[in-house]
């Protein structure tokens, strides 16, 4: 058995990477993805595949890449997943493929699967891999609303099959969340995500962009025209602390932070919707999302940036690789502390915040912060994030009030076939399970597009 440690990908120095925007993980060289697909001892039960949302077939891949078959492991990974150099970069391995990896605890650690499947997606992308066509198309229309990692995944898998597939896009851009929210330092767009989508196209896949479901275009004009409706609309509406002075000018929600800089390009002269960056910033939370819009925030040019949380690092929500990121790139925690109150007349210029400590675990399992009386204190800052947390987007189920939610506003469906309660309407990713991770966004997509490819050969059968 191969004994070796985990190698490491190869990283910016944060000296260098805080001043631009490019892509901070440089991912394997070809030497070091050989060296790191020797490590996996093939386990014949393959717990790691167990870990993926998707079921990616782990062993069978890295396989191909021990004996230089870049080709095989491009066309494995393939089947199961349509976004390798996505996933390879954004999802959270140490807590799914990797966390189940019988290397993980003695052997050097586990084998660096998402950095693998990121080196033979890169590879496909570089040498234009075939995408797997149909011949036989059917008589059967799908709807897919909204282009996120849901909706791409949907309808790659009904395009695959032979369906007749139109996306519907609010933005001008497809990718949801990978185009407007991760940030490019961490998932560059024209070499990855624009091509991943790329290929969607060539499976002739149609895209309507700038086309709100439910303002633009009804949800009924589409269930007179199509025969299925998968519903992708994601988790975009922010949440606030219901704090006094949110409505400060200087005090922005994470998405529209993100949005306006990865999507509108707010950073570059002359930009039509500019954003503005303070010298002194707090981000308020500590998940994925606030790690993005402080190491954002800090590349265009924040002197000092505080990340504020009411809990302890342990709780963290954020990646480990994202947090210890940004903390190279000085990026300042400040832990068990809560913001009570934006101060300024009419614009940010500081903010309240009063010291927590832990107290019993709460029904997240995680130890409840407590306030410490008296402990009140002001961090002079010109700007506020708020990056709490972000529901579904009412827009859509307001127009169409037959689509069943729970209480958060999120779609109630059937999880073995993902229909909601309107018969031949789908829905998943974060609109389903509110903010969530882009893998369990691919799962939700293609288990629909399961259900509605059976649903067109019946017709087919039928006609
Ligand atoms: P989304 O990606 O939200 O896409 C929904 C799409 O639907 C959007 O394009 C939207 O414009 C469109 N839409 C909405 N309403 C309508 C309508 N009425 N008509 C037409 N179109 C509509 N996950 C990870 O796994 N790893 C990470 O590192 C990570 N980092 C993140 C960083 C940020 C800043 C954010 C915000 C999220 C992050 N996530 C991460 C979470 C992940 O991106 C989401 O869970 C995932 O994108 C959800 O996919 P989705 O398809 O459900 O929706
Ligand atoms: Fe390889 Fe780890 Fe999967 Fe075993 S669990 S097959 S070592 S990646």
Known sequence: MVKSERNSVITRPSEVRVKDFEEVSQGFTYELMKAEAERCINCKNAPCTTGCPVGVKIPQFIDCLKRDDLDGAVKIIKLDNNLPSICGRVCPQEKQCEDKCIRKLKLGGSVAIGSLERFVGDYALANKHEVAKTACKKNFKVAVIGS????????????????????????????????????????????????????????????????????????????DEFDAIFIGTGAGLPSFMNIPGENLNGVYSANEFLTRVNLMKAFKN?????????????IV???????????????????????????????????????????????????????????????????????????????????????????????????????????????????????????????????????????????????????????????????????????????????
């Open 148 to 223: 996120g990692p849901s909706g791409l995944t949907c309808a790659a898998d009904c395009a695959m099959a032979g369906l007749d597939v139109t996306i519907f896009e609010a933005f001008h851009e497809a990718g949801g969340v990978l185009v407007y929210g991760i940030p490019e330092f961490r998932l560059p767009k024209d070499s990855i995500v624009k091509k991943e989508i790329a290929q969607l196209v060539e499976l002739g896949v149609k895209i309507k962009y700038n086309t709100v479901v439910g303002k633009t275009i009804k949800m009924q004009e589409l269930l």
């Open 270 to 282: 002359g930009a039509d919707t500019p954003v503005y960056v303070g010298k002194n910033v707090a």
């Open 285 to 463: 939370g500590a998940g994925n999302v606030a790690m993005d819009a402080c190491r954002t925030a800090k590349r265009l040019g924040a002197q000092n940036v505080y990340v504020v949380y009411r809990r302890s690092k342990e709780e963290m929500p954020a990646r480990w690789e994202e947090i210890e990121h940004a903390i190279e790139e000085g990026i300042e925690l400040l832990l068990l502390t809560n913001p009570v109150k934006i101060l300024g007349d009419t614009k940010v210029e500081g903010i309240e915040c009063v010291k927590m400590e832990l107290g019993e675990p709460d029904s997240s399992g995680r130890r409840r912060p407590v306030e410490i009386a008296g402990s009140n204190y002001v961090i002079p800052v010109d700007e506020v994030i708020m990056s709490i947390g972000t529901r579904p987007n009412p827009l859509l189920t307001r127009e169409y009030a037959a689509l069943q939610t729970t209480k958060r506003g999120t779609l109630i469906i059937n999880e073995e076939t993902q229909e909601t309660s309107v018969k031949n309407i789908f829905a998943g990713g974060d609109a389903v399970t509110g903010a969530a991770t882009v893998i369990l966004a691919m799962g939700a997509g293609k288990n629909a597009a399961k259900t509605i490819i059976a649903r067109a050969n019946s017709k087919q059968i039928k006609e």
